[in-house]
């Protein structure tokens, strides 16, 4: 008879230990996940090869909610806001954004930030002075209150690079090239 005692005391203090751990079990399992974040982005510039880099004046950017089948095909679509279905060639006006706005960081002008709570945008930058433009598919990291991303406008490239996994081109041919 005593073991049986001791066998239901044990199984009744794991029973009261499980009922009183079930909370924090909860705590940890169910956490409220969010994709509110700002994005910081630093588009770079360097003029020559081999040059200074520094951060590029006068970019524009915004982001939107679109999926990866989607891209911005030229200058003028990326300044237009018009999106390409890359699987069946479709466009849409991009509505739905997210407007950059220039974002303090150590007195260096030209940093701009956009906040989103998108779990994926897809992100656009145009830099006018040169008729440049880049973009590129993000997923926001989950609990993450800020991320800063980067790449680099090189208008002395021939054609179009990909950069820190932005896709970055001309509008039309080149005419900064110098084949020299």
């Known amino acids: 008879m005593k073991k049986v005692v001791n066998i239901r005391y044990i199984a009744g203090i794991m029973a009261v230990m ?3 751990a079930a909370p924090l079990w909860g705590i940890s399992c169910f956490k409220k996940v969010s ?3 700002r994005i910081v982005l630093r ?3 360097q003029s020559e090869s081999g040059g200074e880099v520094a951060v590029a004046q006068g970019v524009e950017a915004y982001a939107c909610n679109l999926g990866e089948m989607w891209e911005i095909n030229s200058y003028e679509d990326a300044v237009n806001r018009i999106a390409t279905n890359e699987t069946d060639g479709s466009t849409v006006n991009i509505e ?3 407007e950059a706005e220039p974002y303090e960081w150590n007195d260096v002008e030209g940093i701009l930030s956009m906040h989103t709570k998108w779990p994926h945008v897809l992100l656009v930058a145009v830099y006018p002075a040169a008729k440049m433009y880049a973009w590129r598919h993000y ?3 989950e609990n993450l209150p800020q991320t800063w991303l980067a790449f680099q406008f090189r208008p002395w ?3 179009g690079y990909t950069d820190s ?3 970055v ?3 039309g041919a080149n005419d900064n090239y110098d084949e020299q």
Do not use: E, G, P
């Open 18 to 20: 499980a009922v009183a």
């Open 35 to 37: 994709h509110d974040t």
């Open 139 to 141: 997923d926001t990291a």
């Open 157 to 159: 490239k021939s054609s």
């Open 165 to 167: 996994n932005w896709h």
């Open 169 to 171: 081109d001309f509008a």
């Open 96 to 98: 739905s954004v997210v």
């Open 43 to 45: 588009a770079n510039l």
